[in-house]
């Protein structure tokens, strides 16, 4: 009798523990996912900040991927091309959210930020609130798949409001 208790004991720790060792090794993997999904996000954040700095200094091309590139240089007009030189200078830009959410192949990004562009005869000054949706893909490191810009509203109206200026 003893032995058959025995036996069904060792039975029972036996599937136990194999039951336990599969959860662990199930968690384990999840972990590994969430860190590497963790680092993927940070890294993903911090090509978000760059990609802005370089939007408004005119290297935003460098971040896209190849089909976007040529989707983008087909879209600029001639004139656009002839204004090069007249383009903006970034005096200013701060960054208020980067919000970066997984996809199936990549990540979308929506980030908001503030701004202050100085014109060609750098006396004017230009507030500008806007937000963007980015979508980052992996083609030979994280590269822009789209992205769509739009302004909140006028810095102006937001200056005024909080009687800034």
Do not use: C
């Amino acid at each position: 009798m003893s032995t058959l208790i025995l036996a069904l004991v060792s039975f029972n720790l036996y599937f136990s523990n194999k039951d336990t060792q599969e959860t662990n090794k199930r968690l384990e993997e999840q972990v590994a996912r969430l860190e590497m999904d963790a680092g993927e996000t940070e890294e993903i954040y911090s090509e978000t900040e760059a990609f802005l700095d370089a939007l408004f200094e005119g290297e935003a091309l460098d971040y896209f991927t190849e089909s976007y590139r040529i989707e983008v240089e087909d879209e600029m007009t001639d004139e656009e091309s002839m204004y090069e030189d007249n383009q903006n200078n970034t005096e200013e830009l701060e960054v208020f959210n980067i919000s970066v959410r997984p996809q199936e192949e990549g990540y979308k990004v929506y980030a908001i930020y503030r701004v202050t562009l100085t014109g060609v005869g750098e006396e004017q000054q230009r507030v500008m609130y806007l937000m963007s949706q980015i979508e980052w893909v992996q083609e030979d490191g994280w590269k822009v798949d789209s992205h769509d810009l739009e302004p909140l509203v006028s810095g102006d109206s937001i200056e005024q409001a909080i009687g800034t200026e």
